[in-house]
């Protein structure tokens, strides 16, 4: 066996409080890389698992300390070297592709200028011999004009772009490992798709060892060799990657799998149920033994050890029995005729004309939200999914009355108007929507307690005071599974998951008849987030109440979406039951986005159809996704709104290419499938 | 309340703060029982003594006791200044918070004469007031009181504008609540400390301004006993009796300094970095 | 960028507009006018007849505000009521003696608190930090004038150094002003050392907890150059508009400093102004502090502009 790169011993750091006490992110962590490996680690929030890449490059965040152990590096030992030999293997021998290219680009350097300082440091190149590298990095990491590129700031350019551009940066200096911390996060699916193609085929190019952190399952089946599982600042499974996701040995690894929603399974994932112990407290046991369906007595007498188990290593020691199944739950929507809510040809536009441009006349821009029309019936789950900028939030608010309508209506079922703002309703309207948001933390007022959160709407739409309104807004913690104590409680004293929570009970103490969901899970861990989809369905069943679900992530809506809604630039691509949008025939937006999605399953590969371009705003005239549509039939595409094609059962595309009920395309145009990079 | 306090005192900085401002203030409330000598009084036979036994900080060119006169000598500037700087935190406090709520247009018209103000030097246009409306404390309170007010809305609307924007006051906006509930409930309870730290701050340089404009002959009238107008009228014979200027800086100095020392320990032990901020 | 230049000037030209109405409309407000207020209880028979006509107080008050503005931008502010003399006569010696003062001042100043604060952030909470904080502290809140009683007692009073008061005629050229200067340059400079040194620290710190500052270390920089090439300018950035305002401080406390020492400059011009009730010059001078000032926030706006490519080039 080869030498490995990368060796991490029995590491354990963390903080040290005032009184000597120690507080572990990670505890005896202990693993190790070959040359040219990919090892994918993977954890949720608070697992340690950035950190651990931080130190292998033998850097620790301010305030950390290293309690015991190694992090060696290629011969090295990371922290007992000295502080001039450590900075020079940094962004040579390896180098880190950050999670936020956005923000860890100095905004007042250009591109190249960064790029060159990198191989300054770390080559014997002079001026012009580093100005040609410069351009080569560029356009190995496949930026257009490199020219161009390395003359721009950050800031102008995108997302994808920046991280490109970090990447060049990484390869500065012949490294010999990479370390990448969720260098996808954050960036749309089709783009992560995208960088994800070319770091795989980059690795191989180079031969070189990537050491990839993620909390997504999908992307560390995509990329990795091996897989690490972390929890709670520890190892709890370690294996190659389609050992440890085909036949997950420790019920930590099971529970999070069954946790993520498929695109191809409709129904709620099983979900986990409890929070992780806290960063850097102290463990006498297992730490996954409260959340876990074999748990025995045994299991809190220890902290268990990792046992080799197959080409794998396991911390449990009942891994080799048989698990419980975790199955998904298959809703069973009640939707009723009636109809909840209409939105007709609507139009939203933030563009307010200023004075001067009032007084030249100039014309605007195209609207941000532009024939939007759908019906939502009563108990019925409308998922809109599109990627950033896709103006689905957009018609949220307008819905709720926080951004105005250019054109069109909103009606309710009854035909009451919602056209108006928030100002402009009445308060028996305004009770009758109501909305959850994204973020927990910034959607509840942190000086407010529980109860004095849920009672404000109680007093606001059923004028309920004192001991009533207590005992409703008790009655509502109940009913979202929360203990009545948390009344008296202030939101920074509860977990993200409890916080949603909260945010859902306030939106139900309306007792809505539609409520408005925006990306409510994204902020949550997976194992987290499947609870908060069953609770969210559960209300649905008892209240009867509609649901608007807007997410960008496909996996989720399929979940818990009766219709749905597919949008591209603020115009809808396609729109119809849910088993009918995702399958085909597609719409060539909602194939481009179908075919960027990553599951955990190493042996499915993302198609990459449409190239990974950003675009600010929606083209003036014809299809919204002329631009990168990789079906495009002509200039009609550029000129003409395209038409709506009903197949069956409400299933309707807007696009110019003929389809069929059965799935083929009759136009002339051959789908040109974009080679994966 | 007391929680806080705790964690004010527990910091060298923080005790001394707290110190300083809460002796000033005793001094200053009981004044009348402290000082031996009435501090107007004058006496032509105790003219310019160093100090001794009778008069520890000795006598100024009238022969007044300087030490009854600098124990009286912040009474009339804290009160000057305290309100001041009430009236300052009350006004910029609440139209701060209305318009970094409210946003949109009116908010930005109103921000640009803001600025406009901002960008004048106050202290001189409080002179060119002083030189129409005639100096002391009826002219000072209501300037001090605007201008510091000014700045006061500049920081708290700052603030303001990125708690409206958080989530939880959209959902009282979509809800359908009343600006005012918005204003008290969901804004105020998270601008508080800002408010709070930003009045102690105003306090000390309101107190810093109030005595140079004593000093300068604007603040304080002849005969009553104020730091900044005593050392204006001692300062001539400072290389013959220093005493007289000595001891009226060390008191003003140190409830500066006190006082702002308290602003940044409180400011500090509610989270917040006030540092950022000094000069707006 | 043209436009973004051309809106900042825009800014500027409203503020002094703005500024400028504001303190006519002041002294409008004033019980009486100029003339009575400045011979209060002569102001009766021909004096006062001669007072307003002189003033031009028969006219409308737009009349006069629009003559006011347009002499300023010329350089003729009016006739000073107690000196019986053209204000422009009187305060060009005036103006050069302060802006020499001021000037000084800021020059010394301005790069000695940026590199004092970008020291003191680099180090945060370390020895040098924390004395350097502190004495910031104490320059930032003790008065002027009792830094400069000190200042008096101790380097003209016991040492003899420097002279305790001007004592020269407003124009007397640099040379014989230059030891009476010395004094009264360290108390301002004192101050506006202090307030820029503390902004510039805490946005050092700021920076220097940003990702790229994380980044570049991780990218293998050394530490000196990650201060000079990632945290200085975008340091710079925020702390320039502070800057600018204490430039505000530099101003008043030219007031202040001007009257201790007895300096020759606008300052002690315009307290004496305010004695001696002469309301046109004390317009006139604030006038001019004021237009420095928005002159300098000006200055500051600009040099952002030219630091930060994210304000210079909005999208692409």
Known sequence: MTEPLIKIEDLSLGFTAKDGRQAPILRGLSLELAPGETLGIVGESGSGKSTVALAMMGYLKPGLSVFRGRAVFDGNDMFALPEKERTSLRGSSIALIPQNAGQALTPTLKIGQQIDEALRLHTALNADERKIKVLELLNRVRL?????????????????????????????GNAKALLLDEPTTGLDVTTQAHILEFLRSLAKELGVAMIYVSHDLGVIARVADRVAVMYAGMLVEEGPTRDVLRAPNHPYT??????????????????????????????????????????????????????????CQVRCPFAGEPAPDHLSTLREPQVREARALELQDVAISYHKPGFMNRWLKKPEPAPTVDRAGFVLKKGETLGLVGESGSGKSTILRAIAGLAGTRKGSVTLGDGESLNAPVAGRNRETLRRVQMIFQNADASLNPRQSIGEILMAPLKLYFGL??????????????AVRLPARYMSHFPGQLSGGEKQRVGVARAFAANPEVTLCDEVTSALDVSVQAAALALLTRLQRENGSSYIFVSHDLAVVRAVSDRVAVLYQGRICESGPAEQVYAPPYHPYTQTLMGAVLEPDPDTAPTLLANDMSEKAPPATGCPFQRRCAKRIGSICDTMVPPAQELADGHVIHCHIRMSAAGCQEAAAVPELMPAE | MLKLLATIASKPSGALGLGLTLFHLALAVLAPWIAPFDPTAQNADAILLAPNATHLMGTDTLGRDVFSRVVHGGRLAIAVTFTAAVIATLWGGFAGIFFGTVGGRVDEYSMRIVDAFLSMPWLLFLLLIISIGGAGPLTIIPN????????????VRGAAMQVSARDFVTAAKARGEALWPILTREMFPNLSDILLVEGAMRWSWMLLAFSSLSFLGFGATPPTPDWGLMVAQ?????????????????????????????????GKALGLDRATAVAV | MPSLILRRFGFAAFTIGFVSIVMFAAVEALPGNVCTSFLQRFAQGPRLERCIEQQGLDRSALARYGDWVAGAAQGDFGYSLKKRKPINELIWERFRN????????????????????????????????????????????????????????????????????????????????????????????????????????????????SDYVQMARLKGVPERQIIWKHVVPNAMIPALNVIALTIAWLLAGVVVVEKVFNYPGLGTLMIQAIYDRDLPMVQAIALIFSVIYVGVNLLADLTALALDPRLRRKGH
Request: with cysteine; glycine share 8%.
């Open chain 2, 144 to 155: 001090l009181g605007f201008f510091y007010g000014v700045a006061v809305l500049r920081v």
């Open chain 1, 465 to 478: 005071k004192g001991a009533e309104a207590q005992a409703r807004a008790e009655a509502l913690l109940e």
């Open chain 3, 98 to 209: 302060t802006a020499l003062l001021g000037g000084l001042a800021a020059l010394l100043a301005i790069p000695f608190a940026i590199f004092l604060g970008i020291a003191a952030g680099v180090r945060r909470d370390r020895p040098l930090d924390l004395s350097l904080s502190g004495a910031a502290m104490l320059a930032m809140t003790v008065p002027e004038f009792v830094t400069a009683t000190a200042l008096i007692y101790v380097f003209a009073i016991s040492l003899q150094w420097f002279p305790a008061v001007t004592i020269v005629s407003p124009g007397a050229g640099f040379l014989q002003m230059l030891p009476n200067i010395v004094l009264p340059v360290i108390v301002l400079s004192a101050v506006l050392i202090a307030h820029i040194m503390r902004m510039m620290r805490a946005s050092v710190i700021d920076v220097m907890a």
């Open chain 2, 234 to 266: 001692e300062r001539g014979l400072l290389s013959t009796a220093p005493w007289g200027v000595f001891w009226p800086c060390v008191a003003l100095s140190s409830l500066i300094i006190g006082i702002n020392l308290l602003a940044d320990a409180v």
């Open chain 1, 144 to 172: 257009p004009s490199p020219e161009d590129i390395a003359e721009r700031y950050p800031h102008e350019l995108s997302g994808g772009q920046q991280q490109r551009a970090a990447v060049a940066m990484a390869l500065a």
């Open chain 1, 254 to 311: 099971r529970g999070l799998l069954a946790s993520i929603p498929r695109l191809g399974e409709p129904g709620i994932p099983a979900s986990m149920p409890g929070v992780p112990p806290a960063v850097g407290s102290e463990l006498t046991a297992c730490a996954f033994a409260d959340r876990c369906p074999q748990v025995r007595p045994h299991c809190k007498d220890g902290v268990p050890v990792l046992e080799p188990r197959g080409e």
